[in-house]
């Protein structure tokens, strides 16, 4: 085999994030450290149950300014001694608080530090006790999962009390949207932004390395991000450029995570694979490569069939072949090679989407599926036996002794011997990896048909290692989604 000269050039907009799992946070605690926790907990958890007790028991009795005063009490017996940097503005300079990152249920500290301002919740908080009563207060917007016209019925909500020009009180909004270990900032959902109000951005510290052992959490009022004109049209890149001034003051980075990353990751377990395999930064994916979250759960389901025996979840080549049922040759480690964006040997499920999306359903046309039955219907009767099927296959792998059983018998789906054209588009359409086998077949032998040569195949993959047309079609893609 040709050796490539050097690696297939990629997207860096489609790179691994600086932070391959924001929704994990794993710690290691020393034996000093966990004896400290079981003693303290026997002692003090008991009390604080208590004292908690007591405290939201008289919060639901109190007016909102001694509920302030009780919550910052509440607190402080919880051992969080609140440390506030900078000042909040009022509702009229800044109608939304956008509070980050979202780590804890002890993040609603700064619900208290700001003054118990309205929020968004599900509308099923209201019916817990004592905690339901203290919501109320609040005057909420409520999202309820039941309504399929929620979401948009929620931002219009949080539209209208951003611009009644102070009649409600300041909104707090957590825009991640989900809870993550704090070491980045994920996608900011539009709700806080769409307004194209002034917001003024709170961030949420905790120095311990546990949310539970840091004492001294500090909320940071930073100065209200004023949209320009172009922000106030584009709540996107609203939500971007607050989002980068956080992230910038926190110290860490940004990456394109979002819920639905979470779910992925859920359903990525349940389909036996490591979670973290269905971490592809959802935002970024979907966007560039137009993939709605039907379009990734479907693509996690089929690679989960491929890679579910495969060590970490990660495909390597011999699986590779063995999905396609065809032998390791020059040809189908290219094909890999395409797949393999970092080049570590193995395919991830990130690695499998883009593929899939970027070099296979585009090359899985009618008309190149039609081309390639042709192709293998040597004698022109509609059908192709074995030996057709077989003669084609050894010629575009470049493998005297190929084995097509296994194959052969997937495509041939009535075990009638001979495959018809239906089968084929099926088998073809539903297999998609194919695709790219296809087309490069296709194109090599119209080419050397011009030219008067016998078709070289396993050069013309080679010559993809310098110059793959796929990838400036993925480079001009990206471009014009970017645009």
């Known amino acids: 085999m040709a050796q490539r000269a050097f690696a297939l050039p990629r997207q860096q907009s489609l790179f691994l994030p600086a932070v391959l799992n924001p929704f994990v946070q794993e710690t290691r605690l020393t034996r000093h450290e966990k004896i400290k926790f079981c003693l303290l907990g026997v002692l003090l958890v008991p009390l604080r149950s208590v004292f908690l007790a007591v405290v939201l028991m008289a919060t639901w009795l109190m007016c909102r300014t001694v509920m302030v005063f009780l919550g910052r009490v509440c607190f402080l017996g919880m051992g969080f001694c609140v440390v506030v940097k900078g000042r909040q503005v009022s509702g009229a300079k800044a109608p939304i608080l956008a509070v980050a990152p979202h780590s804890s249920f002890f993040d609603a500290i700064a619900c208290i530090v700001a003054g118990l301002p309205s929020i968004v919740s599900r509308s099923e908080s209201l019916d817990a006790p004592i905690f339901g009563r203290i919501l109320q207060c609040l005057q909420p917007v409520l999202v309820s999962r039941k309504d399929p016209d929620s979401r948009k019925n929620t931002i219009l909500e949080i539209r209208r009390r951003a611009m009644s020009g102070g009649h409600w009180p300041q909104m707090l909004i957590f825009p991640e949207g989900t809870c993550t270990n704090r070491s980045c900032l994920i996608t900011f959902k539009q709700g806080a932004f769409v307004s194209g109000v002034p917001v003024q951005p709170v961030l949420i510290r905790?120095?311990?390395?546990?949310?539970?052992?840091?004492?001294?959490?500090?909320?940071?009022?930073?100065?209200?991000?004023?949209?320009?004109?172009?922000?106030?049209?584009?709540?996107?890149?609203?939500?971007?450029?607050?989002?980068?001034?956080?992230?910038?003051?926190?110290?860490?980075?940004?990456?394109?995570?979002?819920?639905e990353d979470c779910r992925l990751m859920i359903s990525a377990g349940e389909l036996t694979l490591p979670m973290e395999a269905g971490l592809v930064e959802f935002t970024k994916i979907s966007r560039k490569l137009n993939l709605k979250w039907d379009n990734v759960k479907k693509e996690l389901e089929n690679f989960a069939t491929r890679a579910s025996s495969c060590k970490g979840g990660r495909i390597r080549i011999e699986e590779f072949a063995g999905f396609l049922k065809l032998p390791i040759s020059p040809a189908l480690q290219e094909?890999?090679?395409?797949?393999?964006?970092?080049?570590?040997?193995?395919?991830?499920?990130?690695?499998?989407?883009?593929?899939?999306?970027?070099?296979c359903r585009p090359a899985n046309t009618e008309e190149v599926i039609h081309t390639a039955f042709k192709l293998f219907d040597i004698d022109e009767d509609n059908n192709i036996t074995r030996d057709e099927f077989s003669s084609l296959l050894r010629s575009a792998l470049g493998v005297c002794d190929l084995n097509v059983s296994k194959l052969f018998n997937a495509i041939d789906s009535d075990g009638s011997g001979h495959i018809t054209y239906d089968e084929f588009r099926t088998f073809a359409l539903t297999h998609p990896e194919?695709?790219?086998?296809?087309?490069?077949?296709?194109?090599?032998?119209?080419?050397?048909?011009?030219?008067?040569?016998?078709?070289?195949?396993?050069?013309?993959?080679?010559?993809?290692?310098?110059?793959?047309?796929?990838?400036?079609?993925?480079?001009?893609?990206?471009?014009?989604?970017?645009?």
């Not at 120095?207 to 991000?225: I, R, T, W």
């Not at 989002?243 to 910038?248: E, L, N, T």
């Not at 395409?338 to 690695?351: A, Q």
Request: aromatic share 12%.
């Open 335 to 359: 094909l890999f090679a395409l797949f393999d964006r970092d080049g570590d040997g193995t395919i991830d499920f990130r690695e499998y989407v883009i593929g899939v999306t970027v070099l």
């Open 206 to 259: 905790y120095p311990g390395k546990m949310v539970s052992e840091s004492h001294a959490q500090s909320c940071s009022f930073l100065p209200p991000h004023i949209p320009t004109e172009e922000e106030k049209e584009n709540a996107t890149k609203f939500a971007h450029s607050v989002r980068a001034v956080m992230a910038r003051s926190l110290g860490v980075p940004v990456t394109d995570h979002t819920f």
């Open 434 to 483: 194919y695709g790219k086998l296809f087309t490069t077949y296709i194109e090599l032998q119209r080419y050397q048909g011009l030219q008067g040569e016998e078709p070289d195949f396993d050069s013309a993959f080679s010559q993809w290692g310098t110059s793959s047309p796929s990838d400036h079609q993925e480079d001009s893609n990206s471009h014009k989604k970017d645009a």
